[in-house]
């Protein structure tokens, strides 16, 4: 099993950053794709941007020039590093890891990312 608490989010202004850590615990983080996805409200989760254990990233194309995803496996930590932030961005984050293969097993129970003008 695989607990993951993330931890970063708070206010920030449009044009701003901010890096969401997520700590996981548990066995399995080593071999684990991690993810990070976010839910704005009234909207469904969406995938921002997954990292595999061999360094391989994707991003959703409204992210892509502006979020990086990387991890400390010694430490046990996946971080998301946002830049230029805008209003849409403004969502609930949540850290998910794939131990399995077949999408997140694991979800955090997410952190707050509130964009202000």
């Known amino acids: 099993q695989v607990q993951l608490v993330e931890s970063g989010g708070g206010l920030v202004q449009a044009g701003g950053s901010l890096r969401l850590s997520c700590a996981a615990s548990?066995?399995?983080?080593?071999?684990?794709?991690m993810g990070w996805y976010r839910q704005a409200p009234g909207k469904q989760r969406e995938l921002v941007a997954t990292l595999t254990t061999g360094g391989s990233t994707n991003y959703a194309d409204s992210v892509k020039g502006r979020f990086s995803i990387s991890r400390d496996n010694a430490k046990n930590t996946v971080f998301l590093q946002m830049t230029s932030l805008k209003l849409e961005d403004k969502a609930v984050y949540y850290c998910?890891?794939?131990?399995?293969?077949?999408?997140?097993?694991?979800w955090g129970r997410g952190t707050q990312v509130t964009v202000d003008a």
């Open positions: 548990g066995t399995g983080f080593s071999r684990a794709v």
């Open positions: 998910a890891a794939d131990v399995g293969g077949h999408g997140a097993d694991y």
